[in-house]
């Protein structure tokens, strides 16, 4: 069974550094993308970007490049999200998702049950 | 602004019939990138619906059907039920931006 399983929610102050995780498994984590979408309080799905941990190809949108950090960890198959300097404006639900394994665009099959952030002072 | 358009609310009767329309442009539905679509029940995580435009993953039920024309795509669920009530999201890519986007999202009430 295909899961991805993400770390707990956060409450963190503005200016503080965050990591949260996806931890994938029942498939070849390496060989599958995954992605992040963010979701503001009552607002739709944003994309945020999106790496391959076979190789660790990472894409941003541009909205979210040189906002965070995407990054991979195969040994663990965890991929991570990161923030260096929090602000208000991150308060969100995150999501991780996997894209189905193909040699195309694929659609987001499998997602993780999300990290709620919470940056507050 | 979102990328994809979609009405941002529809109510229905139960067992009716309802369509979203998610319209793009030239550089994503356009440009022959398929379209997918996801529900989202409150509280949840987004389902896949729909997936190559027209095609449901196993265990979706067949009320729900999308097809796609020009620079827009339609969800549609026909014999609505209480159960559908949630977020719908429409989601291509978009050769300009270089990624994913997806639509604004349309908030279903079943009435």
């Known amino acids: 069974e295909v899961r991805l399983v993400q770390s707990g929610a956060e409450v963190k102050k503005p200016g503080e550094s965050l990591k949260i995780s996806c931890q994938g498994s029942?498939?070849?984590?390496?060989?599958?993308?995954i992605g992040w979408v963010r979701q503001m309080p009552g607002k739709g799905l944003e994309w945020m970007g999106i790496i391959y941990p076979g190789d660790s190809d990472t894409r941003y949108s541009p909205s979210f490049q040189g906002q965070v950090t995407i990054s991979v960890d195969k040994s663990t198959s965890t991929a991570y999200l990161q923030w260096n300097s929090l602000k208000a404006s991150d308060t969100a639900m995150y999501y991780c998702a996997r894209e189905a394994p193909s040699t195309l665009l694929s659609p987001f099959d499998y997602w993780g049950q999300g990290t709620l952030v919470t940056v507050s002072s | 602004q979102s990328v994809l358009t979609q009405p941002p609310s529809v109510s229905k009767a139960p067992g009716q019939r309802v369509t979203i329309s998610c319209t793009g442009s030239s550089s994503n539905i356009g440009a022959g990138y398929d379209v997918y679509w996801y529900q989202q029940i409150p509280g949840t995580a987004p389902k896949l619906l729909i997936y190559g435009n027209t095609n449901r993953p196993s265990g979706v039920p067949d009320r729900f059907s999308g097809s796609k024309s020009g620079t827009s795509a339609s969800l549609a669920i026909t014999g609505l039920q209480a159960e559908d009530e949630a977020d719908y999201y429409c989601q291509s890519y978009d050769s300009r931006l270089s990624g994913w986007v997806f639509g604004g999202g349309t908030k279903l009430t079943v009435l």
């Open positions: 029942g498939y070849s984590f390496t060989s599958s993308w």
